[in-house]
């Protein structure tokens, strides 16, 4: 299992801000290319004019993770000219809780050694071993991140208590592939709250639906425009206004959560939605319940949609759904509507 873990890694790297305050991309390996160096740069807060602080971002650009921890240089160390730097990972997996530990170790080496040499001594040892092993600064291995708990680290709870009802929307969105923009003007707030949607669609497991940090660059934006559904995080209040980007807008500080015109039709909610809708406030709002258990509970009764859809795949012919095929069971036109857009995420329908 270590073998193919530790090659989920990509690369490592080095981003310092110097006594003049400049910020410059001093070191990496193997390689990273001109463009995802750019976008690297601009998540890393030592970039940015503001003052805030980010000590943890992570990230996604063409369909590579990134993992940026930020460090405060406190004299004395052996990097003299250096105020604050941040050590980038890029790997191909997403689980936050892994790569911040794996940063907080190369970023204590660094300060130590004042040298990227064992930083790379320490990453390759990861990707080789699944580990590396320091008694001053720390051990990492790989065994102790499982990938289920990087999925299950988030809360749906929390999720159901900002936004209750509404949550049903944001459940229909995901089960049927649509383009989600969230708006926070923290990333920490756009971190917690896009990790855990996916789970709303656990029968999938894809986390590669998630961009939590993302800016309004012609660049950034090109890549996000070719992945056909997402979960989109903007700290830019001005998303709001780029309506081509999303088929829901969530502005998460106001808790408001916005269909588009041309996603409505599609979006259209009936009484199934209205009892998934309270299956899923009664069992986020039962004490009792844990988090794994609510996401359970969810995942329970979209199995049960899944199957009753493929049962009505199997009755047609090369078992595609087709709008006919639907009609002739005299659904309620909300559920018909829901049910072949849904086949249509699920590639069960006769195109």
């Not at 660049?219 to 998303?239: H, M, Q, S």
């Not at 406030?281 to 988090?291: F, L």
């Amino acid at each position: 299992m270590a073998a193919t873990e530790t090659q989920l890694m990509s690369s490592v790297a080095l981003i310092e801000k110097d006594m003049n305050g400049d910020t410059l991309w001093v070191w990496c390996y193997p390689s990273v290319g001109s463009d995802f160096r750019q976008v690297l740069l601009s998540k890393c807060c030592l970039t940015q004019d503001s003052r805030d602080f980010h000590t943890f971002v992570f990230g996604q650009y063409c369909r590579t993770w990134f993992y940026i921890t930020t460090v405060e240089v406190q004299e004395p160390t052996a990097l003299s000219k250096v105020t604050h730097f941040s050590v980038v990972i890029t790997a191909k997996d997403f689980n936050p809780e892994k790569y911040a530990a794996l940063n907080r170790v190369l970023g204590r080496m660094y300060i130590k050694h004042g040298s990227p040499v064992k930083m790379m001594e320490a990453y390759v040892s990861v990707l080789t071993k699944g580990l590396c092993q320091s008694d001053e600064n720390g051990s990492f291995l790989i065994k102790d991140y499982d990938i289920r708990k990087a999925y299950l680290a988030g809360s749906i709870k929390d999720v159901v208590s900002q936004f209750g009802m509404e949550t049903i929307i944001l459940y229909t969105a995901l089960m049927l592939k649509k383009r989600i923009v969230v708006h926070h003007p923290r990333v920490e707030a756009l971190l917690e709250f896009t990790r855990v949607l996916p789970t709303l669609t656990w029968h999938r497991k894809d986390w590669s639906i998630v961009h939590p940090y993302v800016h309004l660059t012609d660049t950034e934006i090109e890549v996000l425009k070719k992945c056909p559904g997402y979960v989109a995080g903007f700290v830019d209040p001005e998303v709001s206004n780029r309506p081509d980007l999303f088929d829901v807008y969530v502005n998460l500080p106001e808790r408001v959560i916005q269909v588009t015109q041309n996603a409505k039709e599609a979006m259209a909610m009936g009484k199934l939605h209205k009892d998934i809708g309270h299956l899923i406030m009664q069992s986020a709002e039962d004490p009792e319940r844990s988090e794994s258990q609510v996401i359970m509970d969810i995942s329970v009764k979209t199995k049960e949609i899944l199957t009753n859809l493929v049962g009505l795949a199997d009755e047609c012919e090369d078992s595609k759904i087709t709008l006919e095929g639907l009609k002739r069971h005299h659904f309620p036109p909300v559920t018909e509507n829901f049910l072949f857009h849904l086949a249509a995420a699920e590639q069960l329908l006769r195109i």
